[in-house]
């Protein structure tokens, strides 16, 4: 299994629009005095992403810009979730030729996430 982690500059405020805008939910999350995250991780279904500020723990991580694809069962609800919220929806919901339905918005600080329904473990799909 693999588990992204990702820093942002502000990780409260990603937090924040993580729950409210794609119903990720928070699992742990572990802050410094000052308010900044050390360590959280957010779940979604049985997947999951680790979350921290930037510049906390281990200096070689930088805030870099990711695409991470997400496996939900009703992408049309997770995007009107996502519209309603504010996020910037980069591709708007549509049936792909291999049989997923899917979109794309961007989170505040540039990182894509795709939702659909494609999960290339299900070897009946195919």
Avoid: C
């Avoid at 500059?9 to 409210?20: C, K, S, V």
């Avoid at 723990?57 to 810009?65: E, L, M, S």
């Avoid at 049309?76 to 918005?105: L, N």
């Amino acid at each position: 299994m693999i588990i992204p982690a990702l820093r942002y500059d502000d990780a409260q405020a990603a937090i924040n629009f993580l729950e409210r805008a794609f119903g990720f939910h928070r699992k742990e999350v572990h802050e410094n005095g000052d308010g900044s995250v050390l360590h959280a991780e957010l779940t979604s279904g049985r997947g999951m992403v680790m979350i921290g500020s930037a510049g906390q723990g281990d200096k070689q991580f930088d805030t870099g810009r990711a695409s991470l694809y997400v496996i939900v069962a009703d992408p049309d609800a997770v995007h009107e979730r996502a519209k309603a919220a504010g996020a910037e929806i980069t591709r708007e919901p549509q049936d792909m030729d291999y049989g997923s339905r899917e979109f794309s918005a961007r989170d505040p600080e540039g990182n894509v996430w795709s939702f659909g329904t494609y999960d290339p473990f299900d070897v009946t799909a195919a």
